[in-house]
């Protein structure tokens, strides 16, 4: 066995007592452990809100089936959707940033490491407690359960009179604590791209997948503090008497929505932009071509980030604004449509004219770009505000938006884990059990969702429990369904594959994709330190200049 | 590995094939049908948002070739194959024309979608009503539906008669909407794009049938337990049939002797704490009216068929047809049920 491979790895780890191990992961600071425990965790959250979504299926595959109650599926499908935004997206991202962030501008480590590690454990503990309701919901007036009212909680389903017993209240406050860890680590993120670049990195020579972290970061911390307000706010309405939203009494229901999408849109993107930073990546390094266009990749996404804080009442249109305010809002939307247009051009770019190699990452990077073409489309659809009162809470919303959160964002994290699994464990992922993962999860995913648009253009709106016969919806439904079994299997083959290859996977070398960044510089996995000698960079693939004397990036740039 | 290229034109034609099906107007139909498919819109606004649906669909259409065949192309042309040498292919960094053309045919296509989507918007939105319009009241409850006719005094639930609109004369329907508890949204696919009925604020809609028939729809705004059974039924008809259906509706509840026994047990026990019967001492507003209970086709909101069999399981124990729902089980002893069922029947 090489010597790089003992470092940090779960072979050298497992050599340790289980509590000594335990203890370490408890009392750790270190940026990378604390983005593989984000990763882990929110892969954990993935599998139970992943089987929740698997039981909503089943219910709806037939019609008036009686597999689970009311209740119990309005549970499951606000479960899952909190829990995959809150508690999968956003700390599977912060894993990433984490763990990449630091690597990538040659420090060694985020520049608050005690801070990186409060961050985690608040998301953590956040994410129990949504889950702890299942037990305690009841409160003390022994009504409800785990929270029931939908992710985006629309007052005043909210209110006391409505949610009876403390689900929503755990609801609100778990989301408050996750919410925490999210800004703490965003803070982190910015001061470390912002202090603890090496020598000679620029910011225009950061790897793009830094830029968009960097944005990401500084979307959270303006997004999440407006939900986190309109989340006291309920708080007090429960249990201080207040009446914000409390329509009884002359509060407002749509001011609600007003403070959860001004969070809510911007989170969209606080989740895809980070799909967006891995491809910006893995697309160059397995098309053998620098990313196309890099300032203008960059200027892209902060005019993204900018206008995402301009478009929250699309998901309004349906609720009774004058025809000058979902005009506004109809063209910001659309606007949006034309720097993530050019992303898409870019990266078309990038790998026209290359030498594209189908490694997994690269499979699942193809399959982001056709799947987040047509999320992208269907979006325009929704921005044409009379179209969106047809399409707006019907399951051609529900395909639109998994379109964009499975196709474009998991599929990229997939890309993410293949490519970067290397890198953390030392080992490769196995290539052929990889690739049951991509083709089932690929076949499930669009059997699944595809026929999720017709069945929105059929009439059928989200969020119901069950369906008559003769709406025309059986058969799109009953395909929905049996593409979970594939999603499943494909689900299955990763975690098997994650499990496997951490002991038996084959050795991965520092470089296994001979890449450009300052990753693939050091050791993997990486020591503590990360670098005996901090970097020095002349150009944005320091690891390109230092194959290709002959030819150096940093003459071009 | 052509097959992930292969697929992307499979996934392709089955969008597009699927697209043709649903918009092609082959298929328009002339009279409703509970597929309530948006595009084959039966009235003026629904009309208005098909036309310039299938203008966006167009333009997506054309979009999705484009970029997905560049796409297909680039994945297939420049594949790495065994015999390729191991050299790196040039280095290219970018192209400000390139960048320019990609900037600037999509600002062109915004504003061309923009423009004929504000147009619509305000077509929509912007509509007066006619003198002679039909002004309903619809309050949204926790899981039925409120129909109020402040001109014409009748109250009813969960199924909106109204008249049909032709080119002779034009007789839209104006919905003011309202809710008693939570917010909900009005949805009936064929007729007009879905409008939130919103607690403590008061939304304007308005449709246009163009055939007579049964509509179907849903809520379409999650509201509790059972968001699911809250069915919407418009109910178009020809112009002298609902002059017939209004005047039927006005006529005071039948009080047919036979029945005086259910009627007693009726008034004795807590039903008119939530349900209304117009002209006597039932005056409950939780519920819904149930005046002419027997003049419509459904219960619980479209739950199940409005029948002699199902309307004495639904009195004995709604929990069992629409669990959750706010009506509870009154305990009530065979006699008594076979009673107020008896009385409920001559509700015609």
């Given amino acids: 066995m090489a010597t790089h491979d003992l470092a940090l790895s779960p072979a050298a780890a497992t050599s340790l007592p289980f509590t000594a191990r335990l203890h370490e992961l408890v009392v750790t600071v270190d940026h990378k452990k604390l983005g593989l425990m984000y990763i882990g965790a929110g892969l954990v959250f993935f599998v139970v809100a ?64 005690r801070l990186n590690a409060f961050g985690f454990w608040m998301f953590l503990f956040g994410g129990l407690l949504l889950y702890f309701s299942y037990l305690a919901g009841p409160g003390l007036s022994g009504a409800g359960s785990a929270p029931d009212v939908g992710w985006f909680a629309y007052s005043p389903l909210t209110g006391r009179a409505f949610s009876r017993g403390s689900s929503t209240d755990y609801w609100i406050l778990s989301l408050l604590v996750s919410s925490v860890g999210s800004i703490v680590s965003a803070i982190n993120v910015i001061a470390t791209v912002v202090c603890l670049r090496c020598k000679g990195m620029t910011l225009m020579r950061m790897p793009l997948f830094v830029w968009l972290m960097l944005v990401v970061a500084a979307m959270i911390i303006l997004a999440l503090p407006p939900l986190s307000a309109a989340q006291i706010m309920l708080l007090l309405d429960r249990f201080l008497g207040a009446r914000f939203f409390d329509t009884q009494a002359g509060g407002s229901a749509v001011l609600w929505q007003h403070f959860f999408w001004i969070f809510g849109h911007p989170e969209v993107y606080v989740l895809i932009i980070p799909g967006f930073a891995c491809a910006s990546e893995i697309i160059p390094v397995f098309s053998r071509k620098p990313i196309f266009g890099y300032p203008i990749m960059v200027g892209a996404t902060v005019t993204i980030a900018f206008i995402s804080f301009g478009v929250w009442a699309h998901h309004m249109f349906a609720v009774g604004m004058s025809a000058t305010t979902n005009t506004f809002f109809a063209l910001s939307t659309m606007l949006v449509g034309v720097p993530t247009g050019i992303k898409i051009f870019n990266w078309l770019g990038t790998m026209y004219g290359g030498q594209i190699r189908f490694e997994l990452p690269m499979l699942f990077c193809i399959a982001f770009l056709f799947q987040f073409l047509i999320a992208g489309l269907t979006g325009i659809m929704l921005a044409v505000a009379p179209f969106d009162w047809q399409l707006s809470d019907s399951y051609f919303v529900v395909a639109h938006f998994h379109y964009v959160l499975i196709g474009g964002l998991l599929f990229t ?22 690739l049951w993962h991509f083709w089932l999860f690929l076949i499930g995913f669009h059997l699944t969702f595809g026929p999720q648009h017709i069945s929105g253009i059929l009439g059928m709106p989200r969020r119901i429990y069950t369906y008559d016969p003769g709406r025309g919806w059986e058969i799109y439904n009953m395909i929905s369904s049996i593409g979970v079994i594939f999603q499943a299997a494909g689900v299955l083959c990763l975690v098997a594959n994650l499990l496997w290859s951490a002991r038996r996977g084959k050795p991965a070398g520092d470089d296994p994709w001979d890449a450009w960044t300052l990753e693939w510089a050091t050791t993997s996995p990486p020591p503590d330190y990360n670098f005996e000698t901090l970097p020095e960079v002349r150009s944005r693939r320091p690891l390109w200049d230092l194959k290709h004397p002959e030819d150096p990036d940093w003459k071009y740039e | ?40 819109p039966l009235s003026t606004p629904a009309q208005a948002i098909h036309e310039v649906s299938l203008l966006v669909l167009a333009i997506c259409g054309g979009i999705f070739l484009v970029v997905g065949g560049l796409l297909a192309y680039t994945v297939v042309r420049f594949r790495h194959r065994p015999g390729d040498d191991e050299r790196e292919p040039p280095q290219i960094y970018g192209s400000n024309q390139l960048e320019f053309a990609w900037t600037v045919i999509p600002i062109v296509t915004v504003f061309v979608l923009f423009l004929a989507t504000a147009r619509t918007i305000y077509d929509v939105q912007g509509a007066a009503p006619p003198a002679d319009a039909l002004n309903v009241t619809v309050v949204g409850h926790q899981w039925w539906w409120e129909i109020r006719y402040p001109e014409l005094g009748i109250v009813t639930a969960n199924e909106l008669h109204v008249p049909v609109s032709d080119a002779g004369k034009r007789r839209p329907t104006f919905l003011k909407l309202e809710s008693a508890d939570v917010a909900h949204s009005f949805w009936v696919p064929q007729l007009a794009g879905k409008t939130d009925v919103i607690p403590n604020r008061r939304n304007l809609m308005w449709i246009e ?96 068929p409005n029948t002699a069999e199902k309307l004495r399981t639904w009195v004995r124990d709604p929990q069992t047809i629409k669990e959750g729902c706010n009506m509870p089980n009154m305990q009530l002893t065979d006699d008594e049920l076979n009673q107020i069922v008896a009385y409920l029947l001559t509700l015609k």
Avoid at chain 1, 419 to 433: C, T, V
Avoid at chain 2, 238 to 245: G, L, R, S, V
């Fill in chain 2, 1 to 40: 590995m052509k097959t992930s290229s292969r697929r992307a034109i499979g996934n392709a034609s089955f969008f597009l094939i699927a697209t043709t099906f649903l918009v092609s107007p082959g298929f328009a139909a002339d009279a409703p049908t509970t597929v309530t498919n948006i595009f084959r």
């Fill in chain 1, 413 to 434: 994290i997939f890309a993410a884990i293949y490519y970067w699994y290397p890198k953390a464990m030392g080992r490769m992922l196995n290539k052929k059990l990889g």
């Fill in chain 2, 209 to 304: 049938p163009i055939q007579p028939g049964t509509y179907v729809g849903n809520c379409a705004e999650y509201c509790g337990t059972q968001h699911a059974r809250m069915l919407l039924r418009v109910i178009v008809h020809p112009a002298e049939d609902f002059d017939k259906w209004t005047t039927a509706q006005r006529q005071p509840p039948v009080d047919d002797p036979q029945a005086r026994a259910g009627r007693d047990v009726f008034f004795a026990t807590a039903c008119i704490n939530c349900h209304a019967i117009r002209g006597t001492k039932a005056m409950g507003t939780f519920g819904p009216d149930l005046t002419h209970l027997m003049s419509r086709e459904t219960l619980g909101a479209g739950t199940v």
């Fill in chain 1, 50 to 113: 992943g089987s929740m979504a698997s039981l909503i299926r089943m219910q709806l595959a037939l019609p008036n089936n009686d597999f689970i109650g009311p209740d119990t599926f309005n549970r499951f499908f606000t479960m899952h959707g909190t829990a995959m935004v809150f508690l999968v997206g956003m700390p599977i991202i912060a894993g990433l940033m984490n763990y990449l962030v630091p690597l990538m501008i040659g420090a060694r480590d985020m520049a608050f490491p």
